[in-house]
């Protein structure tokens, strides 16, 4: 990426996402997204999308975090110290002059929107489904979607005409996931690249570098509603080797510490410096790739296609734990290094991902 750094010099750059979610993974991408096409030479800004009753849905979310689970009284001051803590990180990521989300019109011209990465085109998104901001209705600027998603809108749903008419006014298409691709060949008749999510593409600061010192004995544990035959193997594991279990920004309680508070850069870090992760979450996966760890996964419902899909595409599919999964394959997916070719894919990924980039923001202009 240090040759490129000026592929993208003086293109004026809006982003269109999820920016404001008090979910580490939509910050990061956010960020990461944002970061990396300046690191491009691009005047890459955030669009600072705002809406009253979403900001209000997101933070009674925030308190309960682990739902259909009731939050337990005590953990509400924690909460609100990770909500606080995103709150001052939305503040320092590269915003523009903030507009009514239903009211893209007020947005500023741009040399493009690149709309994505996460979950900008699931109608099925508790507050954010449907709305045709993200499907490029009102804005002026040519359109480019970079990583962008259904989510868990399955493809065999198909879409339906007038979002697939949104969609053909974009200048060029991609998604980060199979099943999103298969929703966009059915509705379109096109072909959408199939790109990294932006946290790989552009990796963070606060990813763990081979020749620096980092705390021993911790798996990270991110997500929530974990079943209970993976607490159990998981919990034997870390008792048979020594290691503390600990959940991030969500309470497990059969984990041994609570770090409930922790911000999107606390976040980065506990997942960097940790021994192996276990995860229900397509970006507790994104950070064990990025730092090399061991890990487990097992999606929850919501994220089977995406999380399905990233591992199939970097060969790591024995990594998605099962009821069928044995102890012994704990005690190695937790403890044995990723394989070397998970880092060539990547690698592959990241020039195929790049080069989309830059054919698409040529073809704005050609």
């Given at each position: 990426m240090h040759g490129r750094r000026q592929l993208l010099q003086g293109k004026r750059l809006g982003i269109l996402t999820f920016h404001r979610c008090i979910n580490y993974g939509s910050y990061w991408q956010a960020r990461c997204l944002a970061d990396g096409l300046a690191e491009m030479g691009a005047d890459a800004m955030l669009l600072d999308h705002r809406s009253a009753p979403i900001a209000s849905k997101e933070l009674r979310c925030a308190f309960?975090?682990?739902?259909?689970?009731?939050?337990p009284r005590a953990d509400f001051p924690a909460y609100g110290r990770k909500?606080?803590?995103?709150?001052?990180?939305?503040e320092h990521l590269p915003l523009s002059q903030a507009f009514p989300l239903r009211q893209p019109e007020e947005v500023d011209e741009y040399d493009a929107v690149v709309v994505g990465s996460d979950e900008v085109?699931?109608?099925r998104h508790p507050w954010y489904g449907g709305c045709a901001t993200f499907y490029g209705d009102g804005f002026r600027s040519p359109l480019i979607a970079y990583a962008a998603s259904f989510g868990n809108q399955d493809a065999a749903d198909g879409l339906a005409d007038h979002w697939a008419d949104r969609l053909r006014k974009f200048?060029?298409?991609?998604?980060r996931d199979e099943n999103s691709r298969s929703i966009i060949g059915a509705a379109l008749g096109a072909e959408a690249e199939v790109v990294l999510d932006p946290c790989l593409q552009f990796p963070p600061p606060c990813v763990w570098q081979a020749d620096e010192p980092r705390r021993d004995g911790y798996i990270a544990l991110y997500g929530h509603n974990f079943p209970g035959w993976l607490s159990r193997h998981v919990s034997a594991f870390a008792q048979a080797?020594?290691?503390c279990v600990v959940s991030i920004g969500y309470r497990n309680d059969w984990a041994d510490e609570q770090c409930?508070?922790?911000?999107?850069d606390e976040f980065a870090a506990l997942m960097a410096g940790a021994d192996a992760?276990?995860?229900?979450?397509?970006?507790?996966c994104v950070f064990a790739l990025l730092n090399r760890r061991p890990f487990v996964t097992v999606p929850?419902?919501?994220?089977?296609?995406?999380?399905h899909d990233l591992m199939g595409r970097v060969g790591t599919q024995r990594h998605i734990a099962t009821v069928e999964t044995k102890a012994g394959d704990y005690a190695a997916l937790l403890s044995e290094p990723l394989d070397p070719a998970v880092g060539d894919r990547l690698s592959q990924l990241r020039r195929r991902s790049t080069d989309f980039l830059l054919g698409a923001l040529a073809a704005c202009h050609a």
């Open positions: 309960r975090p682990i739902l259909p689970a009731a939050t909500i606080r803590r995103f709150v001052q990180a939305f085109w699931n109608l200048s060029s298409l991609s998604v080797n020594g290691r409930l508070d922790a911000g999107p992760v276990v995860t229900s979450f397509f970006h507790g929850s419902h919501y994220r089977f296609n995406k999380v």
